[in-house]
């Protein structure tokens, strides 16, 4: 786990000036509320409390034991988790893997604190993992923090999960009949692992198998938190030293016995602490408290796995250098939500079409002159794969899984390298379709543009400009409702480092909008300038009836030295 580490391990400047009292920043990320029934019984329970204080490698490990008093265990219309934390001082973001019987069900990180103190509270939706939820098992909260000189923010927490009764206007949530993790299994810490190298598997799923759809956690971390500003490497000797190589591109990859059975295109998850740590105050990037999942249809390869026999199921992030290398290091995980048959004889079948090359189609060119260096990146795939499947009641499914992915990358490295220019795009259409009838959609777009400038020579002051999108229409299984959710994040921030201390500031600006197929909405425009929340507008059935508390503390905290893509060194720090 110490490359995990490497994420914090660069050098700090705290500012130590006299503060007045601030009141708590209340931060948060912006979200559709979770689809809960309203007028049911719900019951809730602690799962844990926790000072995250020194707890580098000192995961929170917790026995659950599902309520009864909700009606049958499992026959819930909704669960959601509830994790409210506080944390005051000087603190680095950390990530946060929720890890519960073996399978990772949620990936968040921490916003930074500030003196004056935060607090926020986020309600995950976790209903798909009902199947677990309804047994006793071990819970695992990873949240590696560190408390060293310059760094004394504890992360108080406290994870609650509501169990939701089912009733006759609200029946028991749909379900998978069971949960397979593709995870490291470790009982005492978070269950995502760290590749390179290729993790692999062994799987064997039950013989009456009939559908299969995979959900994939991912995540850069270290050197590749920032993956989208790397360079490629032919172009590294054109730039000042200290530039991380590899290039800008990633794919996250699920192969069955060695043959790609989907990939992901991720979404940029900035963490609070990137680039301009005072752009996420109080709102957060856009996915820091809740990392996008990725979902693959895995019931093509049906006819192949339930033939009692174990199946090597390997994941891995590539690159579009010649090697396909990345750095160190990307935290993975998944999870397969498999569905039985009424029938207890094996399935049959066949696969009747692969087409999957093993790498995505990629394209590289730059041009060098002027004190400027420009590379674009470019990527592409299609996939395709299909298969009739015949249950063991008798039942024909013809399946077809399809993804068609796109993605482009261009930087400017101008001024020599004082100006540092991302304009990233990764769009994609997943389908699968059982009977013609679609199981599995994605239709995506998450653009993204970033500007660093320099405003001195040694990069003392910078500032930067973001402008983020996710737009997704999806129904990433066939028991959770299919959505649309539309995000524009965009941000501006300044950052100083002085004798006296670091300084920043910042704005950030998000227009959402959620709609399902189940009539649900909810939209929100919310302002943030300089700690303070100027604009927020809520509506839609999802939204709450009471105006939320507008968040105000104008007193900024000692701010940690950002982390900066490419290892932007300042000199004399
Ligand atoms: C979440 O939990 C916190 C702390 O227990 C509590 O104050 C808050 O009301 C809860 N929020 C929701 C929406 O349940
Ligand atoms: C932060 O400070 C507040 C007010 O003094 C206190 O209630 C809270 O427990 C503190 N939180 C942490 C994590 O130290
Ligand atoms: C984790 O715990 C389960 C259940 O007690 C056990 O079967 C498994 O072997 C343990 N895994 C490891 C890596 O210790
Ligand atoms: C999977 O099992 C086979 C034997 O069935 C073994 O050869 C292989 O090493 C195992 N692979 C992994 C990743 O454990
Ligand atoms: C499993 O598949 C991965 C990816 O193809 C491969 O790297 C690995 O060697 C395989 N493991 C075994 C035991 O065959
Ligand atoms: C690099 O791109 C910028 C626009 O971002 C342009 O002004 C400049 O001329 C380009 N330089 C080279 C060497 O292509
Ligand atoms: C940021 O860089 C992109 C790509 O070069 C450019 O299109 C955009 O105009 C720049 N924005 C600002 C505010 O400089
Ligand atoms: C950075 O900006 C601060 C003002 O915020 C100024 O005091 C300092 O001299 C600047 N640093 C450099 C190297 O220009
Ligand atoms: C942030 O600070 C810089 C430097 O003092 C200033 O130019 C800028 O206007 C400030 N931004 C905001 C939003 O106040
Ligand atoms: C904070 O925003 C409110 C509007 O919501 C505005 O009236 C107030 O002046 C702002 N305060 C600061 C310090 O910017």
Redesign the pocket.
């Known amino acids: 786990m110490l490359l995990q580490d490497l994420l914090f391990s660069f050098v700090f400047l705290v500012l130590s000036t006299s503060l007045a009292a601030a009141s708590v920043l209340v931060d948060f990320q912006v979200a559709q509320p979770p689809l809960v029934p309203k007028n049911v019984k719900q019951c809730t329970i602690q799962i844990l409390q926790r000072d995250f204080a020194f707890s580098f490698g000192l995961a929170e490990v917790v026995q659950f034991e599902p309520p009864t008093d909700c009606g049958p265990v499992g026959s819930w219309a909704a669960v959601t988790l509830n994790f409210t934390v506080t944390s005051n001082g000087t603190q680095f973001d950390r990530l946060g893997i929720f890890t519960f019987q073996n399978v990772e069900i949620w990936r968040t990180s921490t916003p930074e604190p500030t003196l004056g103190g935060i607090i926020w509270t986020y309600v995950k939706d976790v209903t798909r993992y009902t199947p677990l939820f309804a047994k006793p098992g071990t819970f695992i909260l990873q949240l590696d923090n560190l408390i060293e000189t310059g760094l004394n923010g504890v992360y108080s927490a406290v994870l609650h999960a509501t169990f939701y009764s089912s009733s006759p206007a609200h029946p028991p949530a749909p379900k998978a009949d069971l949960i397979v993790p593709i995870s490291s299994l470790l009982n005492n810490t978070g269950n995502d692992v760290s590749v390179p190298p290729?993790f692999?598997l062994?799987v064997t799923l039950p013989e009456n198998t009939v559908k299969v759809f995979a959900e994939l956690y991912a995540s850069g971390n270290g050197n590749e938190e920032f993956w989208y500003f790397n360079t490629v490497n032919q172009f590294l000797p054109d730039l000042p030293g200290g530039f991380i190589g590899q290039g800008p591109f990633r794919e996250v990859r699920l192969?069955i016995?060695?043959r790609v059975a989907g990939v992901a295109y991720p979404y940029a998850t900035i963490f609070t602490g990137g680039i301009i740590p005072t752009a996420w105050r109080p709102i957060t990037s856009y996915g820091a408290l809740d990392l996008p999942t990725y979902f693959i249809d895995v019931t093509p390869f049906v006819p192949l796995l339930t033939d009692g026999n174990p199946h090597?199921f390997?994941l891995?992030v590539t690159s579009a250098e010649p090697d396909h290398a990345i750095q160190q290091n990307w935290f993975l995980s998944a999870a397969l939500q498999v569905f039985l048959d009424s029938s207890s004889k094996p399935t049959t079948g066949k696969m009747t079409l692969y087409s999957a090359d093993p790498f995505s189609q990629t394209t590289t060119t730059g041009s060098v002159g002027n004190n400027d260096v420009n590379i674009t990146v470019t990527a592409s795939r299609a996939l395709r794969i299909e298969s009739t499947i015949v249950s063991g009641s008798g039942q024909v499914n013809h399946v077809a899984f399809t993804q068609n992915l796109q993605y482009s990358n261009v930087q400017s490295y101008l001024n020599d390298a004082q100006i540092q220019n991302v304009l990233q795009t990764a769009t994609g259409s997943v389908l699968s379709t059982h009977n013609g009838v679609s199981v599995v959609v994605d239709q995506f777009s998450y653009p993204l543009a970033i500007n660093i400038t320099n405003l001195d020579a040694d990069g003392s002051n910078f500032t930067a400009t973001f402008d983020h999108s996710y737009d997704r229409d999806v129904l990433p299984l066939p028991i959770i409702p299919r959505s649309n959710i539309q995000e524009r994040q965009t941000a501006t921030g300044f950052f100083s480092e002085t004798p006296n201390g670091n300084f920043g500031n910042g704005t950030n600006n998000n227009v959402f909008s959620y709609i399902d197929v189940a009539g649900n909405t909810f939209f929100r425009t919310v302002n943030a300038a300089l700690n303070n929340i100027t604009l927020d507008l809520q509506s839609g059935s999802l939204a709450p009836t009471t105006t939320p508390h507008l968040p105000f503390a104008p007193v900024q905290g000692p701010l940690v030295k950002p982390r900066l893509p490419n290892n932007r060194v300042i000199p004399g720090v």
């Open positions: 290729t692999s062994n192969q016995d060695g090597n390997s891995d």
